[in-house]
């Protein structure tokens, strides 16, 4: 499951120029969010995204820019659930069991995240690296549960950025 969230982060692209003057909201079946205008939406059927094995992507979303075979980027999994808990215990336990599917992997923070809707879960910002041949890089992974979904968030950046942005776009999350 984690795993193709780090196959994804390896293979497309990033910039050090990754500004944005606005966002656009992204509505989906379920959600709605904010993302940066210029980045560009992945459609799941052109081949460059991985296969989840339990999971579909509800959205996939990159930088423009590329360097080194990296771009910044965000992805969203979703599956149905029946199991009731809270979006905060669920983020503990999707980012506990992720933890083995990295090379390396150093938690940086953990913290409280309210989203626009006034809903909230755990926020884990840490590096990882996906084999000894990727690069280092900071990821921000939160969860959410809206009804019988669950959705998986999960923005991968540069090592030696600030992730403040990136924790605003994820903030911006609403249940439909």
């Known amino acids: 499951m984690i795993s193709c969230l780090l196959l994804l982060g390896s293979c497309i692209g990033w910039s050090d120029s990754d500004s944005w ?16 205008s210029n980045w560009n939406i992945l459609d799941t059927s052109s081949g460059v995204l991985p296969t989840p094995s339990s999971w579909v992507i ?23 659930t029946d199991i009731w808990t809270s979006s905060e ?16 992997y150093n938690l940086k923070s953990e913290k409280a995240i309210s989203f626009d809707d006034e809903g909230s879960s755990s926020l884990y ?39 403040g942005k990136y924790e605003n776009i994820l903030k911006t999350f609403e249940c439909k």
């Open 125 to 163: 910002i840490f590096e990882a690296k996906y084999n000894r041949n990727t690069p280092n890089l900071q990821f921000l992974q939160t969860g959410r549960i809206c009804g019988n979904k669950t959705y998986l968030m999960t923005i991968a950046v540069w090592t030696a950025w600030d992730t």
């Open 21 to 36: 003057a606005w966002l656009s909201s992204y509505k989906w079946d379920g959600f709605t969010l904010w993302i940066p």
């Open 89 to 104: 215990e669920f983020s503990k336990v999707t980012h506990t069991s992720s933890k083995e599917d990295y090379y390396f």
């Open 58 to 80: 509800a959205l996939s979303v990159s930088s423009p820019t590329v360097n080194n075979w990296f771009s910044n980027n965000l992805l969203i999994l979703t599956e149905e």
